[in-house]
C-alpha cells in the first residue's frame, strides 16, 4: 500500500484482519521440494544426450536456492506474527514509495516518515507524530533499538530499508514506554538485493555522497552491508533566510551490516550492527555579521580581547559538534508449530561533543562551555506468540535495559554582580560532572480472540517499571483493541491503551545549578524537580474503505489525557535537547489518507489535524523565566511543535526503465513567542524529479541516473525563529537545491 493508506491489520502478515494458522505456513518449503524431484526426474530422461548430470546439478542448485527462499519467507512471516499491529494504525511504506521520495535512497529517513498522515517537519532532522515531541520506539527487524541522544544527525540510513512501517494509534500490549509511534524497519537483505550496488549523489550545496551496497547468500548464511559517506554545506538548518547559512559544513560515515544464519528451517540467528560518526559546524547568523549592529543588545568585556577587531566578527564563530552512534542487536529466532518466539540481547552506545569557540563565545554569549555527553545502553528482549486454541493466539513478553548517561562540562564564564551585571572581564573556570542512571522494564500478556471471521478483539495488560537516580515508578496498563471488516472492501477499528513514558535520563542536579550561580552562566531560577513519568489514557477509532480495487481511502480519529507529559527543549548552543513536563496535558486530532494506483501511475494525498493543550511546567523548571513560568501555571498553552494543519501529496510515473514524480509537503506553522502564543509562517514546498535506467550496459547490470529539484519554487519558510518555550535558535528550511545520482548495479 501506499504511504498514504492506513491499515488497520490484526496481523501485518495479512491485512485483512484475519489470523494465518502457523500450520498453513509451515507447508510452504513443499512445493520447492516437489519442484525439484521433478526436474531430477526430467533431467534422468537426458541422460542418454550426455546432460542429465549438468542439468541434475542445475536441478538441485535452483531447489536449494527456491528452498533457501521459502524458508527466508516464511521466517520473515513468523516473526510479523510475534510483533502484529492488532488494531493499531499502521501507515506501510515500500520501495516504491521511497523511490518517488525527494533524493529516494539518497534521502534522509525524516523525509520518508514525513509523506505520512499526522507528521510533521521541524528543525535538526525532527518529526512529530501527531503532537508529541519525540516519543517514538525504532525497532530493526522487530527489535527495539535503545535510544539515544537527542543530536543533529539521523542515524537510520535509508539505504537500509526493504520497508518500513509507522504503527501509532492504540498500540497492542507488546509496545511499552516510547508510545507517540513505532517505526518498525525491515531491512535489505542478501535475498532482498537483486545485485550489489555503488551510487553517487551530489549537487546543491557542494553535495557529495559517494555509497556502496552488497549483499548475497552463500550456504545458510545471508549478508547486506552498505557504507556511506556524505559531505555538504547544509548540515544544520540555516538561522537566517540567506540562500546559504555561513559555517553549516557536515561530514558524516555510516555502516550497517546484516547477518543471518539459517540454522534449519524453522531457526536463524541475525546481527545486526551500525556505526556513525557525524561532524558538523554550528552556522551563525547573518544578522551579527556586522559587531556594530542594534540586533546585539550585550557584548561582554574579555580580557586581552579587542572586540571590535575584524577577527572576532560573529561571521567567524567556530562552534562544531561531534556526534557518534554505535549498537550491535543479536537475534535467535524460532518457529515449532504453534509456538514463535525471538529472543534479542543488544547494546548501545552514543556520544556528542560540542566543542566552542572560546573568545568569540566569550563576546557575545558571556559563556564558553565544552560539552561532552554519552549513553551506554544494555538489554534483553522476549517476544513469544502461541496460538493456544483454533480463536485464541496469545502473546507474551519481557524487555528489560540497563542504561547510563554522563555529562562533562568544562565551562568559562564571567561573574556577575547582584543584579546580574558582568563584575569582571576575567572568565572563571568552572567544571561539572555529573552522571545518571536508569533501569527500564516491562512485561506484557495478551490475547488475539477471533470472535468471528470479521470480528478481532485483541486485549491484553502490560507492567513497566522505570527506576533511576532521580525517580522510581511504575504502572499497570490495561490496552484493547476492536478491528471489524463488515465487508471486503470496509475496515473499522476502535480501541482504548493506558500509557507510561519515562523520560530519558539526563537530570541536572541543585548542585550543579548551584555551582554556576552568580555568573553569566547562572540558571534563570533554582527550581529544579525532576521529570517524571508521563501517564496518558489514550483512545482511536478509524476506517480503512476501498472505493475501487485501484482507490482506497483512511480516515482516523484520536484522543490523549496525559499527566506529566513530557517535551524536550534545546537550553543553550550545543543541541543536546534536554526533557520537562506538563503537570496537564491533551492532544486530539484526527487524519486522512488515500491512495490511488493504476497501470504506471500513482497518487497519494494526506492530511491531518492536531491540537495540543498543557498547563504548570513541574520539572527542570531552571530554564525557563519566572515570568513563562508564572503564566503557564494558570494558562492552558499550545506546545511549541503544534503544526496545527499538515497536508502531504504526490503523483508519479513509473515503468520498466522510467520514472516521474512530482511531490507536495505543506505546513501551517509551528508554535512560537511567549508561553507559545504566536505561530511561525505556513507554507508549501513542491518538489520534482525523474530517473531513467538503462539496461543494455556492457560489463554490468543495470545503471539508473536520477534529477530531483527540491523546493523547485525556492520557497523560503522559516520552521523557527528562536522563540517558543524550550526554543534556542531560529531555524529555515532548505531553499531550492537539484541534485543528481548513478547507481550502477554489478
Known amino acids: 500500500m501506499s504511504v498514504g493508506l492506513g491499515c488497520f491489520s490484526v496481523d501485518r502478515a495479512r491485512a485483512d484482519g484475519t489470523a494465518q494458522s502457523p500450520s498453513a505456513v509451515t507447508n510452504k518449503p513443499v512445493p520447492a521440494l516437489a519442484k525439484r524431484d521433478s526436474a531430477r526426474r526430467s533431467a534422468r530422461k537426458d541422460a542418454k544426450a550426455g546432460t542429465a548430470g549438468a542439468r541434475v546439478a542445475q536441478a538441485d542448485a535452483a531447489a536449494t536456492s527456491s528452498e533457501h527462499i521459502n524458508v527466508i519467507g516464511r521466517l520473515n512471516q513468523e516473526r510479523a506474527r510475534i510483533f502484529p499491529g492488532l488494531g493499531s494504525v499502521d501507515y506501510h511504506i515500500d520501495q516504491h514509495q521511497i523511490g518517488v521520495t525527494p533524493g529516494g535512497q539518497n534521502a534522509a529517513f525524516n523525509q520518508i516518515l514525513l509523506r505520512v498522515p499526522g507528521v510533521v517537519l521541524d528543525s535538526y532532522g525532527e518529526v512529530h507524530v501527531r503532537g508529541e515531541h519525540g516519543g517514538l520506539t525504532y525497532r530493526v527487524n ?49 535475498d532482498s538485493l537483486k545485485h550489489n550496488q555503488v551510487s553517487l549523489y551530489g549537487g546543491s550545496y557542494n553535495t557529495f555522497v559517494p555509497s556502496v551496497q552488497l549483499g548475497g547468500q552463500h550456504g545458510k548464511l545471508d549478508y547486506f552491508t552498505t557504507l556511506s559517506f556524505t559531505r555538504n554545506n547544509i548540515g544544520i538548518e540555516n538561522p537566517s533566510n ?7 559544513v557536515t561530514e558524516q560515515e555510516k555502516a550497517f551490516s546484516y547477518l543471518s544464519y539459517h540454522i534449519d528451517d524453522v531457526s536463524r540467528v541475525t546481527l545486526l550492527t551500525s556505526a556513525s560518526y557525524a561532524d558538523f559546524e554550528i552556522p551563525n547568523s547573518f544578522k551579527t555579521f556586522d559587531v556594530n549592529s542594534p540586533d546585539y543588545t550585550t557584548i561582554y568585556d574579555v580580557a586581552g580581547v579587542n572586540p571590535h577587531d575584524p577577527s572576532m566578527n560573529w561571521a567567524k564563530l567556530d562552534d562544531s559538534q561531534t556526534e557518534q552512534n554505535y549498537y550491535a ?96 572581564n576575567v572568565p572563571v573556570r568552572l567544571i561539572d560532572n555529573t552522571g545518571n542512571w536508569s533501569v527500564e522494564a516491562g512485561a506484557y500478556l495478551q490475547d488475539e480472540y477471533k470472535i468471528a471471521r470479521n470480528l478481532t478483539f485483541n486485549y491484553g495488560i502490560r507492567y513497566d517499571r522505570f527506576a533511576s537516580s532521580f525517580g522510581n515508578e511504575g504502572q499497570l496498563s490495561p490496552r484493547a483493541n476492536m478491528v471489524w471488516k463488515p465487508s471486503p472492501t470496509t475496515t473499522l477499528h476502535i480501541g482504548y491503551s493506558r500509557y507510561f513514558a519515562p523520560p530519558s535520563p539526563q537530570y541536572v542536579y541543585p548542585s550543579t545549578l548551584a555551582r554556576f550561580a552568580g555568573t553569566t552562566n547562572a540558571a534563570a531560577n533554582m527550581i529544579d524537580e525532576a521529570t517524571k513519568v508521563e501517564k496518558s489514557n489514550y483512545v482511536d477509532g478509524g476506517i480503512l474503505q476501498r472505493i475501487t480495487p485501484e482507490f482506497q481511502i483512511t480516515l ?42 493504476h497501470g504506471p501511475w500513482s497518487l497519494f494525498g494526506n492530511f491531518s489535524y492536531v491540537k495540543t493543550s498543557a498547563r504548570d511546567i513541574n520539572s527542570a523548571q531552571y530554564q525557563f523565566a519566572s515570568d513563562e513560568l508564572a503564566y503557564i501555571q494558570t494558562h492552558a498553552i499550545q506546545l511549541d511543535h503544534q503544526g496545527e494543519f499538515t497536508a502531504t501529496a504526490g503523483a508519479s510515473w513509473t515503468t520498466k526503465q522510467d520514472m516521474a514524480y512530482v511531490d507536495l509537503v505543506y505546513g501551517y506553522g509551528l508554535r512560537s513567542g511567549f508561553a507559545n502564543l504566536e505561530k511561525e509562517p505556513e507554507y508549501d ?55 543528481f545520482s548513478v547507481v550502477s548495479e554489478f
Not at 540567506?242 to 553549516?248: G, K, P, S
Not at 483454533?390 to 562533562?408: F, I, K, M, N, V
Not at 527543549?569 to 494506483?597: C, D, H, M, N, T
Open 685 to 739: 514546498v513542491f518538489n520534482i524529479g525523474y530517473q531513467h535506467t538503462f539496461t543494455k550496459v556492457p560489463l554490468g547490470h543495470d545503471i539508473k541516473v536520477r534529477a530531483d529539484v527540491v523546493n523547485l519554487f525556492d520557497k523560503r519558510y522559516q520552521l523557527r525563529d528562536g522563540s517558543g518555550v524550550g526554543i534556542y535558535q531560529a531555524q529555515y528550511g532548505q531553499r531550492r537545491g537539484t541534485f
Open 556 to 597: 482516523d480519529a484520536y484522543a490523549k489525557w496525559a499527566h506529566d507529559l513530557t517535551d524536550l527543549g534545546q537550553f543553550g548552543r550545543a543541541v543536546i535537547l534536554a526533557p520537562f513536563s506538563y503537570k496537564r496535558g491533551k492532544v486530539y486530532g484526527a487524519e486522512f489518507g488515500s491512495s490511488w494506483k
Open 242 to 248: 540567506t540562500f546559504r547559512a555561513i559555517h553549516d
Open 142 to 190: 522487530g527489535v527495539l533499538l535503545p535510544e539515544g541522544l537527542n543530536g543533529f544527525g539521523q542515524e537510520l540510513d535509508t539505504r537500509i530499508i526493504q520497508s518500513v512501517d509507522l504503527l501509532t494509534g492504540t498500540l497492542p500490549a507488546q509496545f511499552g514506554f516510547r508510545t507517540a509511534g513505532v517505526v518498525d524497519v525491515t531491512t535489505k537483505t542478501g
Open 329 to 424: 542487536v543479536l537475534s535467535y529466532q524460532r518457529t515449532t508449530g504453534k509456538l514463535n518466539f525471538q529472543a534479542s540481547p543488544y547494546f548501545r552506545y552514543g556520544r556528542i561533543d560540542y566543542t566552542p569557540d572560546r573568545n568569540r563565545d566569550l563576546i557575545y554569549q558571556g559563556v564558553s562551555e565544552h560539552e561532552v555527553n554519552d549513553f551506554t545502553t544494555g538489554g534483553m528482549q522476549f517476544d513469544l506468540s502461541y496460538e493456544v486454541a483454533p480463536h485464541h493466539t496469545l502473546r507474551a513478553g519481557l524487555l528489560g535495559q540497563y542504561t547510563s548517561e554522563r555529562l562533562d562540562t568544562n565551562t568559562l564564564a564571567f561573574p556577575v554582580d547582584a543584579v546580574g551585571n558582568q563584575s569582571s
